[in-house]
């Protein structure tokens, strides 16, 4: 379970942020904590599926009214996220650190973005991991560049099938007319 976006001072939507279970079973969330330098929210009775996100938020109605795709979320996030510096920690129903990241000194702004951790195997422990993102952000989906890196990557896959099917292609041709007395 990893802390994946943040959507700190977002007027539209209230502040929330997405958390992301990338393991192979789903994981009850119930009594877990989030917390950040003063405040603490417990989670209700929450199930996180396997390889899926669930937005916390501070207010669902709102949430819901600006993301009306969003699927998974869970409302009652009593603090804000600060847009400069904030220390996000998650800890499971036993008081385990689980999973915590940071941002310090961002350019103060009263644009909407978000905070994106670039791949989900990355360590969000480090900001290098991260980036600032103009706009509302992708709540229940794949960040931007995850996206994009997979789309590069079978794009590139497939421009070595293609080349090396060519490759064959043209020696069968070859070995065609050879046998054939056509070359």
């Excluded at 008081?95 to 909407?112: F, K, R």
């Excluded at 991260?130 to 952000?137: A, M, N």
């Amino acid at each position: 379970i990893m802390i994946n976006e943040v959507s700190p001072n977002n007027k539209k939507s209230g502040d929330w942020l997405e958390i992301y279970n990338n393991a192979e079973t789903t994981v009850r969330l119930d009594n877990w904590i989030l917390a950040d330098s003063k405040n603490t929210f417990v989670f209700p009775e929450t199930y996180l599926p396997a390889k899926d996100y669930l937005i916390v938020c501070a207010d669902s109605a709102k949430f819901g009214r600006a993301f009306p795709e969003a699927y998974n979320y869970v409302g009652g996030l009593g603090f804000g996220l600060n847009k400069v510096s904030e220390t996000i920690r998650l800890f499971n129903a036993d008081g385990a650190a689980i999973d915590s990241m940071g941002y310090h000194d961002l350019e103060p702004t009263d644009s909407v973005f978000t905070l994106n951790l670039l791949l989900p195997w990355l360590d969000n422990g480090d900001f290098e991991n991260w980036e600032v993102l103009p706009g509302w952000g992708t709540p229940n989906s794949a960040n931007r560049y995850y996206v994009e890196s997979t789309i590069q990557a079978r794009r590139e896959l497939w421009m070595q099938v293609g080349g090396a099917f060519s490759v064959i292609l043209l020696c069968v041709m070859l070995l065609y007319f050879r046998q054939t007395g056509r070359l």
